[in-house]
């Protein structure tokens, strides 16, 4: 169990949660993000939280649009369909490097519009 603060400054407890992972993405090296990515989900989920990873979002709406013989997604509806997503979500767990992403910055907004507990890599090392 972890006592985290959340972007309003209450300090509750996470357990067994659905946790979004918002990393940065755009401009970055795809196979580090990648690993970084999949290295939080692991310690995330051995903590009892189920995790909602961008990447494996993003990897089904490819395949939906190969499927479909759709041209590729668009940076928007990767991110459409990651906002749609944390809406299940009860946390948000955001990488380092967030504040200088535009679409983490936008999963930021949702994550207070949604009320959401909040983790920060930075906080983690």
Known sequence: MIW???????????????????????????????RTSRKWQRVLESEGHRVINPFDLADELDDFHKDCKKKPPTYKEYLDNDIREMKVAQGIFFCNGWSKSFGCMEECDEAIRLNLKVRFESHEN
């Open 4 to 34: 985290i603060e959340t972007l309003s400054g209450y300090h509750i407890k996470l357990n067994n949660m659905i946790i979004y992972l918002s990393i940065p993405m755009a401009g970055k090296d795809e196979s580090l993000q990648r």
